[in-house]
C-alpha cells in the first residue's frame, strides 16, 4: 500500500509541502488521492486519508465466500454511462469481466415478467402473450424517448423542472407499466423506495437509460480490492489514518485545522476534501460552526457565515438507508426454475422498496434492501453478511444545489466530492468525476499562490 516518497524538486526548497486531509476512504476519497499523487507535483504534497471505520470504505463490506471475493454493494457497471470510471480502471490496469444481466419482475402475486436483458434481444416473457407485447412495446416507447431527449431534442427541450413521475403521466405511459416494471427497476438502480423513484429528475433518469442502452455490464475481476489497492499504491503507509473520525474543522491563519473524534489536538492542513456522504459533511460542518464562535485565533466572522451557508446548502441533498445480506437462503427466489434469472426484483406495496437478489452462484446469494420478514426469518447457517449504509439520493432540488455546490469548491481551502457532488443518478461516475474536478481546483490554487496570485 505504501509508496516510496518522492525526492523534491528543484524549486521545492522555497515552499512548505501543502498538506491535504481527505475524509472519507470510498471510492470518490481514495481517487481524488490517487490523482493528486500522480500529478506533476505530487512531492510537493503531503496526501492523509481519515476513515471513521476500521477498514478502507470502497471494500469495507467485502467478503470472500467458497473461494471467491464477493463486492458488496454489487459493483457492476455500465460501459456507455460510466467513461470516467472505464477510463480510471484502464488506467489502473485493472481487468474488467463482461456479465450479462437477465431478470425477473415479480410482486406479491408472483412473476409478472421475465426479460432476458441485451437491451431486449434476449427476450421478454410476461404472463400472457398480450402483456408481453404490450410491455415490449412500451419499454421501446421509453428507449425511443430516452434517446430524443438526451442526444437529439434541443436543449430548450429540456427536462430541467420535471421528475419522472410527471415525465411519464405526461407521455401517457400506463400506470401498470410503471408501477410494476420502471419504477421497481429503478428502485433497484438507485438502491430507493419507489416513493423516491417518482421524485427522480427526469432528465437524469433518461440519460442514465440511453447512455445504457446499448452497453454491456462489466465487474472487476478480484472484486474491488483491486481497485482499492491500485488507487492507494501512490499514498504512504504512515498517511492512511483508519478509526479516526473527524468531528470538526476551522480556520485558523490561512490554514483548515482539524480536530478528530476523541482528540484534543488539531492537525493543520491547506486544503480539506469531504469524501462523505451530505450528511456526514453537513453533520461535521454543523459542529464546526458552533465551534468558531468561541475560537480567538479564527480568522473572522466571515468564515463562520460561510459554514453556515454551506451547511444550508448541504440540506438539500437526501440520502436513504441500504441494507445488502449475502447469504444461502434460495427461498427467497421465485419458486418456479423457469422464472429465475441473474437479478430478481420482488416488488412488495408494503414495504415501498423493491428487493434484489443477485444470483452469484446457486447457492450465494446477495439481496438487496430485503423485505424486514425475509431479514429476520433467514436462518443463522445461511447467512453470510449483513452491511448497512447511507446511499445519496438526487432530486430536482439536489440537482439545483449541484450547481451552487459548484460555485463555492474551494471555499477557505474546503472541497467536496462524492457522486451526490454532481449532476446524474448518484452512481459510481460521477465519484470520479467528481474527483478530476477537484483535483484540478486544488492544483490551480496552488498554481496561483506559487506564481504569487491569489488563489
Known amino acids: 500500500m505504501a509508496g516510496s516518497p518522492r525526492p523534491p524538486p528543484a524549486w521545492d526548497h522555497k ?22 499523487s500522480r500529478s506533476s507535483r505530487s512531492s510537493n504534497y503531503s496526501i492523509h486519508l481519515f476513515e471513521a471505520g476500521p477498514k478502507i470504505g470502497f471494500d469495507a463490506h467485502s467478503l470472500v465466500v467458497d473461494g471467491r471475493v464477493v463486492d458488496v454493494p454489487m459493483r457492476a457497471v455500465t460501459s456507455g454511462y460510466y467513461p470516467r470510471l472505464m477510463g480510471l480502471y484502464r488506467s489502473l490496469g485493472v481487468k474488467l469481466r463482461r456479465v450479462r444481466f437477465s431478470y425477473s419482475f415479480s410482486d406479491g402475486n408472483g412473476v409478472r415478467l421475465t426479460y432476458g436483458g441485451g437491451s431486449g434481444r434476449r427476450g421478454v416473457r410476461a404472463s400472457s402473450i398480450w402483456e408481453t407485447l404490450i410491455t415490449s412495446l412500451t419499454f421501446i416507447y421509453f428507449a425511443i424517448l430516452a434517446t430524443l431527449y438526451t442526444y437529439l431534442l434541443p436543449p430548450s427541450m429540456a427536462l430541467s423542472t420535471t421528475t419522472l413521475d410527471t415525465f411519464l403521466q405526461t407521455h ?11 419504477f421497481p427497476l429503478f428502485s433497484a438502480i438507485c438502491t430507493c423506495s419507489h416513493s423516491t423513484t417518482l421524485r427522480l429528475p427526469a432528465s437524469e433518469v433518461l440519460r442514465y437509460a440511453a447512455a445504457s442502452l446499448w452497453g454491456k ?37 490561512e490554514k483548515v485545522k482539524i480536530k478528530l473524534e476523541g482528540c484534543d489536538d488539531e492537525e493543520e492542513f491547506d486544503h480539506v476534501v469531504f469524501a462523505v ?11 464546526s460552526s458552533s465551534s468558531t464562535k468561541q475560537d480567538a485565533d479564527t480568522d473572522n466572522d466571515a468564515h463562520e457565515h460561510k459554514h453556515g451557508d454551506l ?29 429465475l434469472r441473474t437479478l430478481n426484483l420482488s416488488s412488495h406495496s408494503s414495504t415501498n422498496q423493491t428487493s ?26 445461511l447467512l453470510l453478511g449483513r452491511a448497512q449504509f447511507y446511499r ?35 452512481l459510481l461516475e460521477g465519484c470520479v468525476e467528481g474527483a478530476e474536478g477537484v483535483v484540478q481546483g486544488i492544483l490551480a490554487q496552488e498554481n496561483a499562490r506559487r506564481d504569487g496570485g491569489k488563489a
Request: charged letters at 20%.
Open 15 to 36: 515552499f512548505k509541502q501543502t498538506r491535504i486531509a481527505i475524509i472519507g476512504t470510498g471510492l470518490a476519497g481514495l481517487t481524488t488521492a490517487h490523482l493528486l
Open 172 to 182: 401517457h405511459f400506463p400506470t401498470s407499466f410503471s408501477r410494476n416494471y420502471l
Open 217 to 253: 455490464h462489466c465487474v472487476v475481476e478480484g472484486g474491488v480490492r483491486v481497485v482499492r489497492r491500485r488507487l492507494m499504491e501512490g499514498i504512504e503507509e504512515g498517511n492512511v489514518h483508519l478509526g479516526r473520525g473527524v468531528e470538526r474543522i476551522r480556520r485558523a491563519n
Open 277 to 287: 456522504g451530505a450528511a456526514q459533511a453537513r453533520r461535521i460542518l454543523s459542529s
Open 311 to 339: 451547511v444550508r446548502l448541504l440540506d438539500a441533498f437526501e440520502s436513504e438507508k441500504v441494507e445488502v445480506i449475502t447469504h444461502r437462503d434460495t427461498t427467497i427466489l421465485p419458486a418456479s426454475p423457469t422464472h
Open 356 to 381: 434484489t437478489t443477485h444470483i452469484l452462484a446457486p447457492t450465494l446469494l446477495q439481496t438487496t434492501n430485503p423485505t424486514p420478514t425475509h431479514t429476520h426469518t433467514i436462518p443463522s447457517p
Open 392 to 426: 445519496g439520493i438526487q432530486t430536482l432540488e439536489s440537482l439545483e444545489a449541484v450547481r451552487e455546490l459548484e460555485g463555492v469548491q474551494g471555499w477557505d481551502g474546503v472541497w467536496f466530492v462524492g457522486s451526490w457532488t454532481r449532476k446524474g443518478l448518484v
